[in-house]
């Protein structure tokens, strides 16, 4: 196998995560440095079937290594989810004499890329990017330390205001289905009350810990919801409850909403990706295939990726812990 790739191509898809644009570069220069061509793919599995194609080199990559978003933009496909999509990209696939596939995106991009292979036996490696870091078989996913600071920076701000007003501020954070940056932005912005999906604090709990954090003489106060949070219908039905039941607070809410995926990523996450793209030229070379590049303690792995999408992280208890400690 290893003797058969020749030229790989790169792409990005589903939602855009600071980092992807280093773990690019590093696919691209891994490939120049392992005399294999590459190609980028432009606009993901869409630009796959319409053969959005343009050779990289090198010094196609220079200077993005410090930029958020995706040089190679993204788009959901829903031609791709066809058989008919599938084949029309495996043509150009083909036409353009590409032999492997490096896909840079979460876990739907992820199950694109096995249909993919199993239905055409062509090599893919996926590199996790998104800020929710929600793929199983990686400690960490690319753009996820670039959005807990984003987070934490807006947050601290919030706080200048909160106290300089007494208020109570809700902030909502992405996490539709996991509370990663929720706790972890929470336990390094001083939240006093963090509700994550993991976690159902239940309405009477949050009133209690805000007439506790009350009494005990705070000012103001922040408690940050993920928006996947069981709590309440919403962010604003907190505030809501909060206001009808304890009045004696001025209740704000702020949803960070999309600034969250953006921003220079940070160098944690162009470490991460920069090692993640050798690896996953590497691997290709070596005959793998259907194999996620992660982290886990501090060591660059290979995941089944089939196993990273049907499993589930789970939330740090010792972090919740800590938290419930901190908020005292």
Known sequence: MASEIKKIAVLTSGGDSPGMNAAIRSVVRACAYMK???????RGYEGM?????????????????????TILKSARCDEFRTQEGRKKAYDQLVKNKIDALVVIGGDGSFRGALIFNKEYDFPVIGIPGTIDNDIFGTRYTLGFDTALNTVVDAIDKIRDT?????????VEVMGRDVGHIALNAGVGAGAEEILIPEQNLGLERLLESLKRSKKSGKSSSIVIVAEGDKTGKNVF??????????????????????MQRGGRPSAFDRVLASRMGVRAVE??????????????????????MADAIEGH???????????DIMST
């Open 36 to 42: 294999v061509d590459c190609m980028a793919v432009y």
């Open 162 to 170: 909160a106290s300089s007003h007494n208020r109570l501020f809700f």
């Open 313 to 323: 992280t789970k939330i740090d208890r010792e972090l919740i812990r800590v938290a």
């Open 49 to 69: 079937i319409e053969g959005d194609f343009v050779p990289m080199d090198a010094r196609s990559v220079n200077n993005i290594i410090n930029k958020g978003g």
């Open 283 to 304: 691997a290709l070379l070596e005959g793998k295939t259907n194999l996620m590049v992660g982290i886990m303690d501090n060591k660059i792995t290979l995941y089944p």
């Open 237 to 258: 039905e907190l505030k809501e409850y909060v206001e009808e039941h304890l009045p004696i607070y001025d209740v704000r809410v702020s949803v960070l909403g999309h």
